[in-house]
């Protein structure tokens, strides 16, 4: 038998814990919200707080000056038994109030109640105007040694491990919003180097809406909800956001890409990053390169369909996150390589026609191969989310020695902006000292005093030349590792507020990713545009964006045309694009580790069967979650019981990647509309409706099926047909699971998709 996958072990060790500290408790996903599972009654006895939970992590301890002191990382976790102020007192309640007599009035000198209620008045802070919704964890960075050729940073020479905290988000929404809205997401690694901090600040989209910061009020201001009724909420499906889009033409480019699968990406865990610019590496010889950053998801990447996405906006709003932190839970530790396209930094900062500096372009792969230089591994939940997630704070700007910024118009404004929205979201300039945010390299910067002031600096003379402090600190060269930014010449200029002529091409790399997509990325492509375009109020925006369309390719224009009920303009001046096979995100296979299956069985089921499918998912280093009538356990004589993680009244179809079927199950006694809206239509054949309403939904998000012991009577019962692609039937789940592991490798069953209209023209 094959040696078990990371799943299987820690989902075995938790259920062996469990079993030792409350036999009745078997934690066999993840999810769990604490340590340990909590008594009925409420605890009487004073105890030292729970620790973390095996899958938690917290910063490292280091001091506000970059110290480390060997400390355990729960240091500046709360500790003690009994409950205090802030100050430590110790207090005997905390549910009543300070009153003169039981009816009160309320005292004044109740400082408990006045520290307390203050407290709660403070504990929000501004969100992020941008990227407010986010999840994020801790991890290693362990590389390569490729990049050592073209990089002095010491984080990138052979076999450097380098902690790391990665952050992703949307961009759009309030903190508050679904994750899974069609918006582009933020992936922002903070690299704890030994050089100091390095934060590769990206997207998962190459390229950005705008070639200049000037410009990013303008679609930010755009993109968010309209200012007089603040809706709607973390999407672009409006006036505003395509007004701007159809008449600033560079945002076509990113546009484009919003529209295509990557807009609605299945996880975090299957979504590649980008730097979106260009950045200088420097060796350790003054020799200079120019870069473009890639993450690369070892899942693959993969999306949802658009069905999917509203429908799990509504069922579960924290899709995303659920998905990240219950993987890292699971053992399941995400894993992405770090790559660079390697270019020639020449006066002209070109390559193949492409202006390096136009943040609206792409280098394709295919004239710019992603080289590895690393691997980067998410293994640990956060402690605390606000500590953590919330007071993270990135900069383009944090560099190390041998990688360096551009002459970018959009990277320049960033270089600014991001400093600058710190102080105001942190309560000023310190927010470096907040642990997470705290380097691991020493740390003598002369900046003194501001609000949360954290480190406690000694010495006189916090100035430079000074001699009261003995000269200290002093100044570094290059041999003492020192950023020194590489000295580009720069030629003789006019002070002018202008773009250069490269950067009016608007057209033709959209043109190249259409021509890039599959045929059924295509037809997702024409329904996203579709969708977007009918919630505009305004016709002068349809018709404009259509416009903006027909430049882009003559058969997109026409569908989305005909949905909307509109005549197609022609173009002025359309060429077919250049297909570069990497845009496109079907047609390859993906290990299928992690990935989630739903178990669908009913009452009086075979539970040694069910037993058997359960423990090979687990065996394949996948997530089983049984699906049944009711909560709680499955029960047979002579068969180990079974724990149920959903109900029919619970479970979607889009919490799953595939599903099996043991059997079919019979109507639940909650199959009534009244009580489960779900099952209010009745299906044929005995089988539940919120069965047959689970395998429609799974059918149509062409997502793979199997089943046995009669499972043919609840496709035949949804109208699935059992010898349609992607349906697997066999005499076990072992023998089933097979067959849909092999097709989970391709993420859907494409086949099942009609085929679209042939191309015009």
């Known amino acids: ?72 990382p729960d240091l500046r976790a709360q500790n003690g038994e009994f409950l205090t102020t802030a100050q430590g007192t110790r207090l005997p309640d905390s549910n009543h109030s300070l009153k003169a007599g039981p009816r009160g009035p309320v005292l004044l000198q109740d400082h408990h109640l006045r520290e307390k209620i203050t407290h709660f008045d403070h504990e ?98 755009a993109a968010k909800p309209h200012p007089d009724r603040e809706i709607p909420q973390a999407q672009s499906a409006h006036d505003t956001f395509w007004d701007f889009v159809s008449l600033h033409t560079e945002a076509t480019h990113h546009t484009l890409w919003n529209m295509s699968d990557r807009g609605v990406p299945r996880s975090y865990r299957t979504m590649e990053g980008f730097g979106v610019h260009t950045f200088r590496l420097v060796d350790a010889e003054g020799g200079t390169s120019l870069v473009k950053w890639h993450w690369k998801p070892k899942l693959g990447v993969h999306s949802l369909t658009w069905e999917e996405a509203q429908l799990i906006a509504g069922a579960d709003p924290d899709f995303h996150r659920r998905d990240l932190y219950d993987a890292i839970e699971a053992g399941a530790f995400p894993q992405w390589e770090l790559g660079i396209q390697v270019l020639p930094d020449t006066p002209e900062q070109t390559f193949e026609g492409i202006d390096l500096l136009d943040p609206t372009k792409l280098v394709p792969e295919e004239l710019a191969p992603v080289q590895p230089v690393g691997l980067l591994t998410l293994n640990a939940n956060p402690t605390n989310f606000f500590a953590e997630v919330e007071q993270v704070a990135f900069h383009p700007g944090h560099l190390v020695p041998g990688i360096d910024v551009t002459d970018d118009p959009l990277l320049a404004g960033r270089l600014f902006s991001y400093l600058d929205t710190q102080i105001t979201r942190l309560g000023g300039p310190n927010f470096a000292q907040i642990p997470v945010n705290r380097t691991h390299a020493p740390v003598n910067d002369m900046l003194r005093d501001g609000f949360h002031q954290d480190a406690v600096h000694s010495g006189a003379a916090p100035y430079k030349p000074n001699s009261l402090d003995g000269g200290c600190p002093f100044f570094a060269g290059a041999g003492e590792h020192a950023f020194i930014e590489h000295p580009v010449p720069l030629p003789a200029a006019a002070k002018v507020r202008a773009a250069p002529a490269s950067f009016d091409d608007h057209f033709g790399q959209p043109r190249m990713f259409w021509a890039s997509m599959s045929p059924t990325e295509r037809e997702h492509i024409i329904a996203a545009y579709t969708f977007e375009l009918a919630k505009c109020h305004e016709q002068a925006i349809k018709e404009r964006s259509l416009r903006v369309l027909a430049e882009i390719d003559p058969r997109l224009c026409a569908e989305v045309a005909d949905g909307l009920g509109l005549p197609a303009p022609e173009s002025t001046g359309y060429a077919p694009g250049t297909p570069s096979p990497a845009l496109s995100q079907i047609g390859r296979t993906w290990p299928t580790a992690g990935r989630v299956i739903g178990i669908v069985t009913g009452p009086g089921g075979d539970l040694e069967a069910l037993t058997s499918a359960r423990r090979a998912v687990l065996a394949a280093d996948m997530v089983p979650l049984v699906v049944a009538p009711t909560g709680g356990r499955l029960t047979a004589d002579g068969a180990d019981p079974v724990a149920v993680q959903r109900t029919f009244a619970t479970a979607r179809s889009v919490e799953f990647d595939a599903v099996l079927l043991a059997g079919a199950p019979a109507p639940g006694a909650d199959a009534d509309g009244g009580r489960d809206a779900k099952a209010g239509i009745p299906s044929g054949g005995g089988v539940d409706p919120r069965v047959t309403l689970l395998l429609g939904e799974a059918w149509r998000h062409a997502k793979a099926i199997g089943g046995w012991d009669g499972a043919d009577r609840a496709l035949r019962a949804a109208g699935i047909p059992t010898d349609a692609p992607g349906v697997v039937l066999g005499e076990d789940g072992e023998s089933v699971l097979s067959g849909i592991t092999e097709l989970l490798a391709g993420h859907r069953v494409w086949d099942r998709f009609p085929a679209p209209p042939p191309e015009v023209g």
């Open 1 to 72: 038998m094959s040696e078990p996958g990371p799943i299987r072990k820690i989902v075995d060790k938790a259920v062996e814990v469990a079993e030792e500290v409350l036999p009745d408790s078997r934690p066999e996903v993840p999810g769990a919200p604490g340590p340990e599972s909590p008594q009925v009654e409420e605890p009487a006895e004073p105890r030292s707080p729970l620790p973390p939970k095996p899958d938690q992590a917290a910063p490292r301890t280091v001091s506000a000056t970059g110290r480390a002191d060997g400390s355990e």
């Open 124 to 221: 929000r802070i501004p969100e992020r105007v941008v990227h407010a919704r986010g999840a994020g964890a801790h991890g290693v960075f362990r590389s390569y040694g490729s990049a050592a050729n073209v990089t002095k940073a010491a984080f990138l020479a052979e076999d450097v491990e380098t902690p790391v905290f990665v952050r992703f988000s949307t961009v759009l929404g309030s903190r508050g919003s679904a994750d899974t809205v069609r918006d582009t997401r933020g992936f922002a690694t903070k690299f704890y180097t030994a050089e100091g901090v390095f934060d590769l600040v990206g997207n998962n989209i190459p390229v950005f809406f705008i070639q200049d910061a000037v410009k990013f009020p303008d679609v930010v201001h």
